[in-house]
């Protein structure tokens, strides 16, 4: 397995742009979860899904913020408008059976708001 | 108010030497702990866990230690190696099948040769 795949690695856009990050879970896994990494913060939970529903998003910071699970192999993190202070490394990672599972984590997209 | 704290932001040890990292927790309903480790440029992965009816689970290197009265837990690594440097994350949940895990900030640990 090619483990949890994300894309962009890196993204550089423009305040007021809307910024779209992209996961795909390890197959089989029913748990999807994305966090934000910032160094004053560390590793916060935006939101998770379970088969595709979404379970808690009480991470997810503003109304910008939205994400998407259309179906179990993809999942989408959209920020319209983007700021500044959205600026982070954002990870998809993905469980099986719990949510507290030894999740397996994407290699991150780093993004920046110019 | 974050939940799980992690007040060392970074630790430095001599390879061969013990590393310790601390966590503390206020919720007193978190009963599963878990430690990533996060090299630069890659997601973090999975080290080690430990659930609230032990005190201690050993992997290897690695030991977590659990003391439940003070809300404490410290991941010890021995000894320590160079490839050991990369950031560590403490995370706890308050059931191991059923919740969401929350994090601390993370220690960098730098272990020097």
């Known amino acids: 397995d090619a483990g949890v795949i994300q894309s962009p690695r890196h993204e550089v856009t423009e305040m007021g742009q809307e910024v779209t990050l992209r996961c795909k879970p390890i197959?089989?896994?029913?748990?999807l979860f994305w966090y934000r990494q910032t160094m004053m913060r560390g590793l916060e939970l935006l939101i998770y899904?379970?088969?595709?529903?979404?379970?808690?998003d009480s991470g997810m910071p503003e109304d910008r913020f939205s994400a998407k699970m259309p179906n179990a192999s993809f999942s989408t993190l959209k920020i319209q408008p983007s700021e500044p202070r959205d600026s982070a490394v954002y990870f998809c990672?993905?469980?099986?059976?719990?949510?507290?599972?030894?999740?397996?984590f994407g290699p991150g997209t780093r993004l920046t708001v110019l | 108010d974050q939940q799980v704290k992690q007040n060392s932001p970074s630790l430095s040890v001599q390879e061969g030497r013990i590393s310790i990292l601390n966590c503390d927790y206020t919720?007193?309903?978190?009963?599963?702990f878990l430690w990533y480790k996060k090299y630069p440029a890659e997601g973090p992965t999975f080290l080690i866990s430990?659930?609230?009816?032990?005190d201690k689970n050993e992997d290897g290197r690695f030991t977590v230690f659990l003391n439940k009265s003070a809300k404490h837990l410290s991941l010890h690594i021995v000894p320590s190696q160079p490839g050991d440097s990369a950031v560590y994350f403490c995370?706890?949940?308050?059931?191991?099948?059923?919740?969401?895990?929350?994090f601390g900030a993370g220690t960098i640990l730098r272990v020097k040769s």
């Open positions: 995370a706890a949940s308050e059931l191991e099948y059923g919740n969401k895990l929350v």
């Open positions: 430990i659930s609230s009816i032990k």
């Open positions: 919720n007193s309903m978190f009963d599963y």
């Open positions: 899904f379970n088969n595709n529903v979404p379970i808690d």
């Open positions: 990672a993905s469980s099986a059976g719990s949510p507290t599972g030894r999740g397996v």
């Open positions: 197959s089989g896994h029913d748990y």
